[in-house]
Structures are given as C-alpha cells and as structure tokens.
C-alpha cells in the first residue's frame, strides 16, 4: 500500500494530473518497484512526481514493462476507468454513479444537516445540463435540485428557451445542503464535483449552462467574476474523467446567473436571458412564439 500523502502535496499532485488529463494524457505507470525498495518519500516535493517524459506516457509501451498505479485517494480516482464505463446506457451508467456516492461521507457536508443526497434530475441524454451550487432546503426535503422559488424561476427559463424540465438535466456542484445556504467551501466542492464530472461524462451534453459564481469558478477552474465569465462559450472537458465515446470529448459551456440572485435583482433577468439566446442559438432552439 501507498503511504499516506501530505493533503497539501496530494492536492497539488491532483492539479498535475488534471493538467495532464487536459493535454490528452490518461494513463499512468510506474515501474514495479522491487522488493525492499521504498515507493515513493511520503512528503516528495511535487516537482519530483512529474511524469518523467512523453514518452513513458505512451500507454501502449509502458504497458509492457510496468503496473498502473494503484492509489488509494479518491482525490486520484482520476488515474482510474470508472465502474460506470462501459455500462451501456446513461441510465444504468448514472445509477452505477449514484451507488459508488452511497451515503457519502467524503465531505465535511454530511454532518452539517443534510437530509439526504441530491444526486440530480433529467433526461440522462440531456443535450443541456444545468448546474447550480447547492441544494437548499427545499431541495433537500425533496431530493430533487432547484425545486424551490429559484426551481420556478429555472423552469420558467428553461420553458422561455422552448423546452420543458424533463429534457435537460439538472444537478449542483455539491449534493449536499450547506447549513444555512452558506457558499460550499472550495474543499467541499472540490470533494463532491468528481461526481458530477463522471455525471457530465454519462450525459454528454452539447451545452452546460453554468448557474452563478461557484459553478462557473468550479468547472472553468477560474477565479473570474461573474462579469468577466459572462457572454462567451468556453470548451469544456469535465476533469479526470475520460470519455468512453470517440464522438464526445466535451463541450461548450457558458456561463449565467444563478436564478435565487435573480429573484434578489430581477433587474438581471434581461441579462440571463442573452445568455440563454446564446445557448438557443448554439442548441438551434426557438424560443416558442407567445414569448
Ligand atoms: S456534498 Fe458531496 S462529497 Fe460532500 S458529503 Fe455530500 S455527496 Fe459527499
């Protein structure tokens, strides 16, 4: 077994391999270390854990003299294949996901008050997804993400885009309630947004349309505001997960308000709505005529 890694470095080390996952480089190997030979200094300086060279990347060479890696952080389920690929259909692909969460613990939002996980509703071939922060506390009476004032407001949305709810797919960065509907802490959101990465992978949206700050911040891993992340497309890959589907590598992504801001400030609801008619217009959608 692996020693247990400094958080510090096993965070750093994460960033590395996401860095490496977004040039194209999945699979890593370590050559088999031999018996008596120490694996790796548990607190090694991360520039020492940088994948040798190119080269050594190539999965089909290193295959033949060296074993994947075997790591016991889910921080690093990255350098995996996960359960659900291969499954055959996004729903049972989506269930698997769902089991692998399970009563989760991962995150410090297990014990502040949830009443239960929300995992995310939908068309699992949703070609738009939306993502919201986090529940809140009509979302964790119910199980189901934006089903309060700001669900309505969200319905309302996806309805003036000419669609109805059951057609796009619905889920948070986290699945949990944060106490009192404080912003999820960037460890929270870090822990649980590898879920709705796998979930991304599943549905393969042609478009996500990011709901405020914390989804936008989390999915681009940028620290914009909302100002500078508004108004463009950007191309998305969700991290650490690699796609099983040659014909889905990404996709686009833009970026708008969240609609519990927007219920605060309705003067903002003018701007939504250009985001959203950017989002029509990439999906061929027609807004329906009584608009
Ligand atoms: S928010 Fe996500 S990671 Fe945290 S306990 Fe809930 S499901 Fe687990």
Not at 79 to 99: F, H, M, S
């Amino acid at each position: 077994m692996l020693p247990a890694l400094d958080p510090e470095l096993r965070r750093a080390l994460a960033a590395r391999i996401r860095y490496y996952n977004e040039m194209g480089i999945y699979d890593f190997y370590r050559r088999p270390v031999s018996v008596g030979e120490s694996v790796a200094p548990a607190a090694a300086p991360v520039a020492e854990i940088q994948p040798e060279s190119r080269d050594e990347m190539s999965p089909r060479k290193a295959a033949a003299v060296a074993e994947p890696v075997i790591v016991e952080e889910n921080i690093f389920e990255v350098l995996t294949a996960k359960p659900e690929q291969g499954a055959g259909n996004p729903v049972k692909a989506l269930k698997i996901i769902r089991e692998d969460l399970g009563d989760c613990t991962r995150c410090p939002l297990h014990k502040q008050g949830r009443k239960q996980i929300v995992f995310g509703v939908g068309n699992p071939e949703a070609e738009l997804m939306f993502v919201g922060e986090g529940p809140g506390a009509d979302e964790d009476e119910q199980g189901e993400p934006f089903v309060g004032r700001a669900g309505q407001l969200l319905n309302n949305m996806i309805k003036a885009m000419g669609l109805a709810r059951k057609q796009v797919y619905i889920a948070n960065i986290v699945k949990c309630r944060p106490p009192g509907n404080r912003t999820p802490e960037r460890e929270e959101c870090e822990t649980c947004s590898p879920f709705l990465m796998r979930q991304i992978a599943v549905i393969k949206p042609k478009v996500i349309v990011a709901l405020g700050a914390t989804a936008a911040k989390t999915l681009l891993a940028m620290n914009s505001s909302m100002a500078q992340l508004r108004g463009r497309f950007y191309d998305f890959k969700p991290t650490g997960v690699r796609s099983d589907d040659p014909d889905w590598q990404g996709c686009k992504l833009a970026v708008t308000y969240h609609p519990a801001f927007l219920l605060r400030d309705p003067r903002q609801k003018g701007e939504a709505w250009k985001d959203l008619q950017m989002v029509m217009k990439e999906l061929g959608l027609k807004a329906p005529s009584s608009r």
